[in-house]
């Protein structure tokens, strides 16, 4: 299968591990996804650079198309191969902040259907209302209604946290968490929120 992987600009991944071209690593299959047991990889290179931040953080990173066989998974988020083999090296794809805040509410709008919070993020999309003072009510009213309901505390976190670039990969994650009967579709989402307004 063809997969994706990002890299320091040296080409060593977590603890050192070094890759290359035609480099393959493998791996004993133990333990969870982020421990050495498996090697770390994405079905989408915008996957990798959304959910960077919150997995290796690598600073200015690398991009490696790879293959492998996928052994493990979380959510969608990221895979894990046993075996996997980093092909050849590709163009970073580029995201601005706004395509990543863009990311985190499309996901939370997945799984959080809170009225005030959905219009609020419906203005966002849209570029009608991007004030922080809105972000912040929306997020105190995604909160409170998530208490009431005793809905998903994840998909609540992911709506409140949604406004914020810092945390749109935090978001993308918790939605991705919350959305236990139906898998979300992260690389539609990824794509949508490259392309601009919904």
Known sequence: MKLYKLTRKDGTSYNGCK???GVTHETNGKGELCGPGYTHWYTHP???VFLNPIHADFNDPIMWEGEGEVAKEDHRLKV???????IKQI?????????RIRFGILCA?????EEKWNKWADDWLAEKDRSASAA?????AAQAAARAARVEWA??????AAWAASAAARAAARAAQAAKNKPLDLITI????IRGKK
Request: aromatic share 4%.
């Open 91 to 99: 163009p970073l794809p580029k995201v601005t902040r706004e395509q």
């Open 155 to 160: 998909a609540a976190r992911a709506a409140a």
């Open 19 to 21: 890759w290359g071209p």
């Open 46 to 48: 915008l996957l990798a």
């Open 109 to 113: 709008k997945q799984v959080f259907q």
């Open 80 to 86: 894990g191969c046993t075996k996997g083999t980093t």
């Open 190 to 193: 990824a794509e949508k929120a």
């Open 136 to 140: 912040r009510e929306a997020a105190q």
